[in-house]
Nanobody
């Protein structure tokens, strides 16, 4: 059974940085892609970033390009999301997810999800 556990959320001010981490366990992830998503109050969940464990090119939502960086640590089996220049509109619950599907790069075909971690950016 796949388990994804996010950590690193918190309350920061606009312009600050925050690093989220997702610990993955329970299955061989070498053929999987990992993604970060977020859901703000009253809004639908949206794709933020994704990457494969094999280290291919990452994909980002336009709203976070140039500010967020997704990376994997195969030894630790973690997927991190470095968030810089945070804005109040980045406030959301951030979720880590795993995909063994073909449309992972566009935010689809994710089979497993973590419980989420809250990120709040004050102005």
């Amino acid at each position: 059974q796949v388990q994804l556990v996010e950590s690193g959320g918190g309350l920061v001010q606009a312009g600050d940085s925050l690093r989220l981490s997702c610990a993955a366990s329970g299955r061989t992830f070498s053929s999987a892609a990992m993604g970060w998503f977020r859901q703000a109050p009253g809004k639908e969940r949206e794709f933020v970033a994704a990457i494969t464990w094999s280290g291919g090119s990452p994909y980002y939502a336009d709203s976070v390009k140039g500010r967020f960086t997704i990376s994997t640590d195969n030894a630790k089996k973690t997927v991190d999301l470095q968030m810089n220049s945070l804005k109040p509109e980045d406030t959301a619950v951030y979720y880590c997810a795993a995909s063994w599907g073909s449309r992972w790069y566009s935010g689809y075909d994710y089979q497993y999800w973590g419980q989420g971690t809250q990120v709040t950016v004050s102005s």
